[in-house]
C-alpha cells in the first residue's frame, strides 16, 4: 500500500512536470500567434512562463531520481564490481539526501522571510513574492525522500513498480 502511494506521488511529480511544460509551450505558441494576427498581446504569458519553468524543473526532479534517470557518472559504473557500485551509489544518495535537506531548509526560511516581509513581485501580474518559493522546498523534501530511501533500501520500489529503467511491466501495461 506505502510503495503504491509513494509510487502515485513520484508520477504526480512527473505529471506535474509534464503538464506545466505543456502549458509553457500552449502559452507561447498563443502568445506569438495572436502577436502576428493583431490581437492586443498577453503582457503576462512572458512572466508566467518565466516562473512556470523552475516548477517543470523542480517537479521532475524526484520523478527522475525515482526512475534512475537523473544525471550519474555511468562510466564509473561500468568500471566497478555489483557490490562496488552499490555502495558507491549509497554513498552519492547519502551526500543527495544531506544536500537536498540543506535545500529544503534554506528554501522554507526564504519562502518564510518572504512571507513575513510581506515582499511582492509587482510586475505584470502582483503578488505574494513567497508564492514563487513554494515549490523549492517541497520539491526538495521529496528529492531527500527519494535519496533516503535509496540510502535505507536501495532497491525496491522503482525495479517493484516500473522494472528496469522506468520501463513499465508487462502488469501494469496490461492494467
Known amino acids: ?3 503504491r502511494l509513494y509510487a502515485g506521488l ?19 505558441c498563443v502568445d506569438v500567434v495572436g502577436r502576428n494576427v493583431g490581437w492586443v498581446p498577453f503582457t503576462w504569458v512572458n512572466e508566467v512562463t518565466e516562473y512556470a519553468l523552475p516548477v517543470a524543473t ?3 526532479a524526484p520523478w527522475l531520481l525515482w526512475r534512475n534517470q537523473h544525471v550519474r557518472l555511468d562510466i564509473l559504473g561500468a568500471l566497478l564490481s555489483g557490490p562496488a557500485q552499490r555502495h558507491v ?10 544536500v537536498s535537506l540543506l535545500m529544503a531548509w534554506y528554501a522554507w526560511r526564504m519562502l518564510a522571510d518572504s512571507r513575513q516581509a510581506g515582499s511582492l513581485v509587482m510586475k505584470a501580474l502582483v503578488f505574494p513574492e513567497w508564492w514563487l518559493y513554494v515549490p523549492v522546498p517541497l520539491c526538495f523534501a521529496l528529492l531527500a525522500l527519494e535519496c533516503a530511501r535509496r540510502v535505507w533500501r536501495p532497491s525496491g520500489l522503482l ?10 511491466t508487462a502488469s501494469e501495461e496490461r492494467a
Open 58 to 60: 523542480l517537479a521532475a
Open 159 to 168: 525495479e517493484e513498480t516500473t522494472g528496469p529503467a522506468g520501463a513499465p
Open 1 to 3: 500500500m506505502l510503495k
Open 89 to 98: 551509489d549509497r554513498a552519492a544518495s547519502a551526500l543527495g539526501l544531506v
Open 10 to 28: 513520484m508520477k504526480a511529480c512527473g505529471a506535474v512536470a509534464a503538464a506545466t511544460v505543456g502549458a509553457i509551450t500552449l502559452l507561447v
